[in-house]
Structure formats: structure tokens, C-alpha cells
């Protein structure tokens, strides 16, 4: 549970520093994400995005998922699973940020 509450005070402070206003995220925010995304989806999803409690985030594992569908996982989560929902702490934008990194592989900790 310490984990979970350390990963709720990082979203509302990352909330408050970034920027989802018009136009591309800035480059703190997109480094912000990617520690989101490698720290925070990673100790579900394994640091690697190999899985662990929760499925393997890689590409070959996401391709038949759109960027919309992963987004809308994101934002909403998955109902009666572990997997919450984020769009409290994160803008669409954002979240499709980090939709579009898991279907390329960007920020793999193999890259």
C-alpha cells in the first residue's frame, strides 16, 4: 500500500508541475512521464515492461491494441483487475503520450 500511496503523491505533483495545454508536452513533462512509466507502470508491469502483476507492456505484446484503446486503459482503467484508473492524475494528451511510448518500445530499459 506504501507503494500505491508514494505513486499517488508523485501523479499530483507531476500534475502540478506539467503542462498538457495546447500543443506538444514540454520536455520536463515528457521526462516526467517516462520516470511515471518506467517506475510507477513498471512495479506492476515489471521495470522491463515484462509483466509481472500485471501483463508485459511491450510491442509485440500491444500490437493488436490501437493507441485510442490503450489510452482509454489508461485513463479509465480496467474494471475488476488492479490496473486503476489514471485519468485523475493525467491529461488525454499525456496519456496518449505514454500509449504511443508502449507501442514503440520507447524508454525500454533494454534501449
Do not use: Y
Request: charge should be neutral; proline fraction near 6%.
Amino acid at each position: 500500500m506504501r507503494t500505491a500511496a508514494k505513486a499517488l503523491a508523485l501523479l499530483f505533483a507531476l500534475g502540478a508541475t506539467g503542462s498538457a495545454a495546447a500543443g506538444e508536452l514540454s520536455p520536463d513533462r515528457r521526462a516526467e512521464l517516462a520516470h511515471l512509466l518506467r517506475h510507477d507502470c513498471g512495479a506492476c508491469h515489471g521495470l522491463t515492461r515484462q509483466g509481472g502483476l500485471g501483463p508485459a507492456l511491450t510491442p509485440d505484446r500491444l500490437e493488436g491494441r490501437s493507441v485510442e484503446s490503450l489510452t482509454e486503459i489508461i485513463l479509465q482503467g480496467v474494471p475488476d483487475t488492479p490496473m486503476p484508473p489514471w485519468g485523475r492524475f493525467l491529461s488525454r494528451r499525456e496519456a496518449v503520450w505514454l500509449a504511443r511510448q508502449l507501442k514503440e518500445g520507447s524508454g525500454d530499459a533494454s534501449h
